[in-house]
């Protein structure tokens, strides 16, 4: 997911604990109200700073939440560069299962965050989507495993970037939280619905 753009020069104090303050009170408040209906006032108000101080470390909801969840991304990056590294010879199918089962399990982890960023960007104007380095990096594993599999089944199968794109778009968070909340399906059996529809 793309970041907030910071000064190569280290942060001062104050700042430094602003920042903290700022995130550890969006963090309560988002896990107490869910992420869209709390405010940057509300944040403002609950981190003890003024708006002016908030807004001038963040612009918008968008870019706290993204600051919120940069390490968790980065994590998920690592953790999906090892396991292909580790997996060279795998079939492409269980190659794109074990993505799968990494990026389900990030999401469940941080389900609120991640749709207050899809949210957020589409409030913007951006398309929440394609919009972040995460979704690319991913999106062209996904291309990459799925035009492998086409070679392996000798045929010409869907088009790996239609596929791809449609995969993305059923572990959208509004896809994956109507499923989980409404339609009453765990992370393990999405993952199997994902697997059957798309392998």
Known sequence: MD????????????A?????????????????????????????????????????????????????????????????????EDNPSMPPSERLRGLLTLFLQFKEIHAGLIAGVEHSSAALGAHSRTSTSLYEE??????????????????????????ADMLMIALSSDSYLFQRNVRGNSQESILEQLCRTFI
């Open 138 to 163: 991913f999106h062209q594993q996904l291309v990459q495993l799925f035009a492998e599999m086409n070679v392996e089944d000798r045929q010409s199968g869907p088009d790996s970037v239609f596929r």
């Open 3 to 14: 970041q907030p753009v910071y000064n190569c020069r280290p942060e001062r104090k104050d």
């Open 16 to 84: 430094a604990e602003n920042r903290q303050r700022i995130l550890d009170a969006a963090l309560r408040l988002f896990e107490q109200h869910g992420v869209e209906p709390v405010s940057m006032n509300q944040i403002a108000a609950e981190a003890q700073i003024g708006a002016g101080t908030l807004y001038r470390r963040y612009r918008n909801k968008n870019e706290l939440c993204l600051d919120l969840i940069r390490d968790p991304v980065d994590q998920l990056s690592k953790d999906i560069t090892a396991y292909l």
